[in-house]
């Protein structure tokens, strides 16, 4: 057996997945995005009452946290994005914050605050249909998916964590009922793949028979449909465009219901999906855009290498390798693949040394993060423990990369780069790296701190996310 690697994953100094998206950016104890007075200090009262849970490291920026945990920011800051396009409320949002802070901030208590949210008005928007409120039921039934959304995302780090996909099927009916609700006609549609179908929906901004451009939203990891009516489709729409939202491999029902899992050879799932549309009398054949979310910035950029009928891709932001950002935020982790060990080697270090040395936010962070890649990790979360083979879940993320496939692309191409994105390692210059592979005509904007459009995918900011984006495909359509 070759040497082994020194394994230093002490809990309380070992960085996670999603508190490395927080280092540097939000240090706080606990004081929401408001000033010294009102719910800001509300928040800032109830946290101190939550010293149990570790703060974030000292001495970041001005940006503070909204929670003491820090890995349960990134996911309520989109929620706190949406406001702009109602899929979330302000005060619900301040109002839940105060009491996961004042309960203790953890997984347990941010799900059992936000499941009564999310309950509540589901069943206040079958009320308002019922009374023929159709407007208002629309708004509650967007609003809810949003927040039962946020309760899926954390589901593993609680009791309720075999039920993900119960949480899910809640999050989806109320996404549809949205879309049934809808003025303009938000349509199911199931897109022909490999003897089965892609769940999705096309979405017009009216019923008059003319050929559109359409954007084809391609979530990435984490997100599901309803995080992209903020994050692509109502500005879309806005400005005439149709929009088809999907689920891929390892994407919501597909990977909740039916235990399909993201694959690296994405234009086998992108080249379907432009084959469905160009049958459709309401797309404009010739132009059909490609829009690629989080990881999703790499499955596009891939995808387009031999899907060449799109006219206009967004790698929102460019993603040259899943495995240069997995070495960059689990070191010590990866690190077994660089000694020359074989499979058993690598799966006895993990399960002998690795395991039993991870904190509790680790072994969500972990399982979380592996769960669209292998049965085994999906499974293990559902049942509270932690997946055996890391040999496996490596290797298959080494797959997922455009290094070798980017200067393929014939399309012009938008690549776009966050301040502070921990998650894309900008030290490791990916967005770059993309855009210097590209042969086609292509563009690079980064998305600033001072604009307040940082972090991954620009949580806060969907707005200045979408004008930058939808003014840069105005003008190349």
């Not at 039934?141 to 993900?164: M, N, P, Q, W």
């Not at 609700?181 to 769940?199: K, T």
């Not at 235990?259 to 132009?287: C, G, H, N, S």
Request: with cysteine.
């Amino acid at each position: 057996m070759s040497s082994e690697p020194v394994v230093n994953l002490a809990p309380s100094t070992a960085a996670t997945r999603r508190s490395l998206l927080r280092v540097g950016v939000l240090g706080g104890t606990g004081t929401v995005l408001l000033g010294a007075g009102g719910v800001g200090a509300g928040i800032a009262q109830a946290a101190s009452a939550a010293q149990a849970t570790p703060a974030a490291s000292a001495g970041a920026p001005a940006l503070q946290g909204l929670f003491t945990q820090p890995d349960l920011d990134f996911d309520t800051l989109f929620a706190f994005g949406g406001t702009g396009y109602g899929s979330a409320e302000f005060g619900e949002l301040v109002t839940a914050v105060n009491a996961i802070n004042a309960a203790g901030a953890s997984y347990q208590t941010y799900y059992d605050t936000f499941l009564p949210l999310a309950t509540r008005l589901d069943r206040q928007a079958g009320a308002e249909l019922a009374a023929g409120h159709r407007v208002s039921a629309r708004a509650l039934y967007l609003r809810a998916a949003s927040y039962y959304d946020l309760c899926l995302y954390f589901i593993f780090g609680t009791t309720a964590r075999a039920s993900e996909a119960g949480a899910y099927a809640a999050m989806q009916r109320c996404w549809d009922l949205f879309c049934q609700l809808s003025d303009s006609p938000f349509e199911p549609v199931r897109i022909p793949y490999e003897g089965s179908y892609l769940p999705g929906y096309l979405l017009r901004s009216d019923e008059r028979a003319r050929r559109r451009p359409t954007v084809i939203l391609n979530n990435g990891q984490d997100a599901q449909n309803v995080r992209m009516w903020a994050f692509g489709a109502a500005a879309a729409l806005e400005r005439g465009y149709n929009v088809l939202i999907f689920e891929g491999p390892g994407q919501g029902s597909m990977l909740f219901e039916r235990q399909a899992f993201l694959r690296p050879d994405w234009e086998k799932v992108i080249t379907p999906v432009v084959d469905y549309l160009r049958d459709r009398p309401e797309v404009d054949r010739d132009r059909i855009v490609l829009s690629g979310s989080s990881l999703g910035g790499e499955l596009v950029v891939r995808a387009a290498a031999f899907e060449h009928r799109l006219a206009a891709v967004v790698a929102d932001p460019g993603f040259l390798s899943l495995w240069v950002s997995w070495q960059a935020l689990e070191k010590e982790i990866t690190s077994v693949f660089d000694h020359g060990l074989s499979k058993q080697e690598i799966n006895a270090l993990w399960q002998q040394k690795f395991v039993p040395a991870l904190s509790e936010t680790q072994r969500f962070d972990l399982v979380k993060a592996a769960e669209p890649y292998a049965r085994e990790a999906l499974l293990a979360g559902r049942a509270g423990t932690v997946f055996d083979d890391l040999y496996g879940l490596g290797t298959t993320l080494m797959r997922f990369t455009v290094a070798d496939v980017a200067a393929r692309v014939s399309t012009p191409t938008l690549v776009t780069v966050y301040d502070d994105d921990e998650l894309v390692t900008p030290a490791a210059g990916q967005g770059a790296q993309v855009y210097r592979l590209l042969h086609a005509d292509k563009q690079i904007v980064t998305f600033t701190e001072a604009e307040g459009a940082q972090e991954h995918c620009a949580p806060m900011a969907p707005r200045i996310r979408n004008e930058v984006v939808y003014d840069w495909l105005d003008g190349v359509l």
